[in-house]
């Protein structure tokens, strides 16, 4: 029998085996002894807050039942949210209302608040400037921050606020994650947990501190790691600490949360490794709260509420990578113009650290009045005042020139404690009225959010934020009438992301160009010259503050026993980070070479001279092409979320939850950007650069259709303390594609095999090539041209012209429907002791679907994952 028949055979028996205890329920006789009481069943799904707007709450019953490893784990609670496996060996970021998981523009607008404390990104410079950001290891630079340092065991309740959050809330373009972690007086619990790839374990008590010191809870825990077992070098470890501590006093109370973390990645090896070769991410740091309410109730402010905290991480990347067969020359300077470069070793190891230390602190002070207007009119006001800075200590980039790691010969060292911090300072206020009228009552939240960025040389206007959450409950009965609740909402607001230092400090990009080599070994007489081209890029005015505008409409429901929230949403983001290629003009001097043996070539100011003589040299023209930061991105995005509790089946010991979501994305990058080819020009570099609107692929859109349910049948037996939720995941539409939108009335074109333009829609056409003009073109004098169409078939512009690749590269990829199963399974063993199972896709259904812009099959959902878990409670 085969694996998979195996597996699902298990599958089958196990359900047939939970069934038989169900129906078994009946005829048990009560028993009074506590191995067998439970006193109440527990939510393990996530729920929306009875409040306006759209949010989820995610309760510890849920983050135990769903055996989350870090924090992104639980976004697959949210409506619509699809499975994946964990995988602490990659960096894990948050996203909220996405197509993918790997969105960077979603993640990055994603913020994150551990008790109060924000968890950003923005201060992250782990890479090798804007030109190498994809060559380190495991670091989620330019996109959201890494919860992988964030342990589910630490987590006492999560609220993911999806829709418009309140005006006490800034930073972010997605949505709002609020963690709360563990705190009070709780009972020691010690966790473990072993998958096929992870071991996880914690341990946590929550204690007084005599009579009058308060509530001390204390936390850790560890986690390992390692993918594939043939390569145990390859492996991720974390281990945190929590200490948190509550006093509370006569007329106020306060909250301090410590939270420490020790990450290690480890990466290459393998069987075609040299021995010394490696490649490392550590991350060490740490973050403090402190919280509190002073209750003053004066009638005109009822408390004032404080916060104060701290971030500081020390993260580092080591690489070394042994390099065989150089013979390559190469430059350290900083300056422009003709410097004498330096020849590398034929064989070397190269060791490459880029360390960086980010650093935050905020502070804020809110003020609250409770009170009541009139009659049944209820009024609760905030305002308050923020003020944060942030920046980064680290050392930066460091290696050694005479043994560099060939990423780097377009770039030097760079230290980030150079960059400026940067500042803001926040004014919100906002206005929660609650009025009747009759049966029906009325909550209007509106509020706005003033905020000053100011760094060393840059002073950003205010920008504001004004938001609107209402919520009419038209039905509100608590007898035994068939609706029991009935209530719509709507929402609307903008939200801004703050800059990232990478984007608002980017590093200078050097162009090394080989002017002239000669080495003599035998006669200990070597040169190489190389002419170096320095942007002056080192700060970025220009750069814009993403802005998204959000509005949607939501219907709550009770019906009997059935409960069902719909919300609709439309979402449009504009002036997202990206990044975009320049280009700039240089001229450089291209020596004669030397043959013969002997000679004696030296650098003088005036150039090149070999035995006193000057050496000949001829001019060329090229480029300097290098990566700058813009504001490019555009995102429209509109769906349904649904979410439908059919109710309980007391026969079953069962209930339904029905959830998902309908999306429709379109991401569109719109800013210009330079592609020089690498093509000769009667024996010279091309003179020419072409500015497009797109991609090398002349695409510059993609869109997402997704439609998905997620049925989870939850059994609950309190009497024997077992959970099971069974859930099956449909997919119903998954298609996407690229495709090409120009703002300049330059359309993508068909040309037959002659080079021929033809007449036809190029994103439906399979049969021929697409081919896509620059919008303007840049000579040798920096000056920039419009590009006509009838340029494209110059002989001296041709190259200019950007192929699509392949016939197919706009067609259409559409998946579904296509489905999967997962099983979480929780037992609770006298009243200490609870063990947890779960599967992912345990019946291994991957089918395969063909893409059609690749013309080749992938392989959908994702593979069979499993593991234990134990807590005892003592």
């Not at 330059?746 to 037959?752: A, F, G, I, R």
Request: glycine share 8%.
């Amino acid at each position: 029998m085969s694996k998979i028949c195996c597996t699902k055979a298990l599958g089958v028996l196990f359900f047939i085996f939970c069934s038989l205890i169900i129906n078994g329920q009946e005829q048990l006789a009560p028993s009074d002894t506590l191995r067998n009481v439970r006193l109440r069943e527990v939510v393990v799904t996530a729920t929306q807050p009875d409040a306006p707007g759209t949010s989820s709450l995610i309760g510890q019953d849920a983050i135990r039942h769903i055996q989350a490893t870090d924090l992104s784990d639980l976004s697959q609670l949210l409506p619509g949210v699809l499975t994946r496996n964990p995988d602490l060996n990659s960096p894990a970021v948050f996203t909220i209302r996405s197509a993918t998981y790997e969105n960077t523009t979603n993640a990055l607008g994603t913020a994150i608040l551990v008790d109060g404390m924000r968890m950003n990104n923005n201060m992250n410079m782990q890479q090798l400037g804007l030109e190498g950001q994809g060559s380190l290891f495991n670091s989620s630079v330019l996109s959201g921050f890494d919860v992988r340092s964030i342990s589910p065991a630490s987590i006492e309740s999560v609220e993911v606020i999806r829709g418009v959050p309140s005006a006490r809330y800034g930073d972010a373009t997605s949505g709002i994650v609020l963690v709360n972690s563990k705190a009070g007086v709780q009972p020691y619990a010690v966790g473990l947990r072993f998958t096929a790839t992870e071991k996880l374990a914690s341990i946590s008590k929550g204690m007084e501190i005599g009579t009058h010191g308060g509530i001390l809870h204390l936390g850790a825990d560890y986690a390992l790691s390692s993918q594939d077992p043939r390569l145990p070098e390859q492996t991720f470890q974390r281990v945190g600490v929590q200490i948190a501590h509550a006093k509370d006093f006569e007329t106020a109370t306060l909250r301090t949360n410590l939270r420490g973390y020790w990450i290690q990645d480890k990466g290459g090896g393998g069987r075609n490794t040299i021995d010394g070769e490696y490649q490392k991410a550590f991350n060490r740091g740490f973050s403090f709260s402190a919280n509190g309410r002073w209750d003053l109730n004066k009638s005109w402010i009822s408390n004032l509420e404080y916060h104060a905290g701290l971030t500081y991480s020390c993260q580092k990347n080591k690489l070394s990578t042994y390099y065989s067969g150089t013979q390559q020359v190469t430059t350290y300077t900083r300056l422009p113009g003709e410097q004498a470069g330096v020849f590398l070793a034929p064989n070397y190891f190269s060791d490459l650290s880029v360390e960086g230390k980010p650093l935050s602190a905020d502070a804020s002070l809110t003020a609250n009045l409770r009170n009541t207007l009139y009659n049944n009119v209820y009024n609760h006001f905030m305002a308050g005042v923020e003020i944060g800075t942030e920046g980064n200590c680290g050392e930066g980039i460091r290696f050694d020139p005479l043994r560099p790691t060939l990423e780097m010969l377009r770039m030097r060292t760079r230290s980030f404690s150079s960059i400026p911090f940067v500042h803001q300072y926040t004014a919100f206020a906002e206005d929660k009225v609650t009025f009747h009228s009759g049966k029906m009552r009325t909550e209007l939240q509106l509020g706005v959010r003033l905020t000053k960025l100011q760094t060393k040389a840059l002073h950003y206007a205010p920008t504001g934020d004004p938001r609107i959450n209402v919520r009419q409950i038209l039905v509100e009965r608590k007898d035994d009438a068939m609706l029991k609740h009935l209530s719509i909402r709507a929402g609307w607001g903008l939200m801004h992301k703050m800059p990232v230092l990478a984007y608002l400090y980017p590093d200078k990009s050097y162009t090394d160009q080989n002017c002239f080599t000669y080495n003599d070994i035998e006669n200990g007489e070597r040169l190489t010259v190389m002419h170096t081209f320095v942007t002056s890029r080192t700060f970025n005015p220009d750069l814009r503050l993403p802005v998204n505008r959000k509005f949607e409409l939501g219907l709550n429901l009770r019906l009997g026993q059935m409960t069902a929230d719909v919300v609709w949403f439309r979402e449009h983001l504009r002036n997202g980070f990206s990044t975009t290629e320049q280009a700039e003009p240089f001229t450089y001097r291209r020596y004669d070479q030397l043959i013969g043996r002997g000679e004696h070539p030296e650098l003088t100011s005036d150039g090149i001279v070999n035995n006193g003589k000057p050496l000949s040299y001829t001019t060329h023209a090229t480029f300097a092409t290098y990566t700058s930061p813009e504001n490019g991105i555009e995102q429209l995005k509109q769906g349904i979320e649904y979410t439908l509790d059919v109710g309980h089946w007391n026969s079953l010991h069962t209930s339904l939850l029905i959830s998902g979501s309908y999306l429709n994305l379109h991401e569109k990058n719109t800013a210009l950007s330079a592609i020089y080819p690498q093509a000769d020009f009667n024996g010279k570099s091309y003179p020419y650069v072409g500015i497009y609107e797109s991609d090398h692929f002349a695409s510059n859109l993609r869109i997402w259709k997704q439609f998905n349910t997620r049925f989870q049948f939850i059994t609950q037996l309190p009497r024997i303390g077992l959970i099971t939720t069974l859930t099956l995941q449909a997919v119903w539409m998954d298609k996407q594609r690229r495709s090409m939108e120009s703002n300049y009335n330059n359309p993508v074109y068909l040309v037959d095999d002659n080079g021929n333009r033809i007449d036809g829609d190029p994103m439906t056409d399979t049969e021929h090539h697409k081919h896509l003009n620059p919008v303007y073109y840049m000579d040798s004098e920096g000056v920039q041209h419009p590009f006509t169409p009838e340029m494209a078939n110059d002989k001296r512009l041709a190259d200019l012209v950007l192929d699509a690749g392949t016939e197919t590269r706009y067609q259409e990829d559409s998946f579904g429907p296509y489905f999967l199963l997962n099983l979480r399974v929780t037992k609770n063993i006298g009243r200490y002791v609870s063990v947890a199972f779960c599967a992912n896709n345990f019946t291994q259904s991957n089918p395969k679907k063909y893409t059609r812009s690749t013309q080749q099959y992938t392989i959908q959902n994702p593979g069979l994952y499993y593991g234990a878990e134990m807590t005892i409670r003592f």
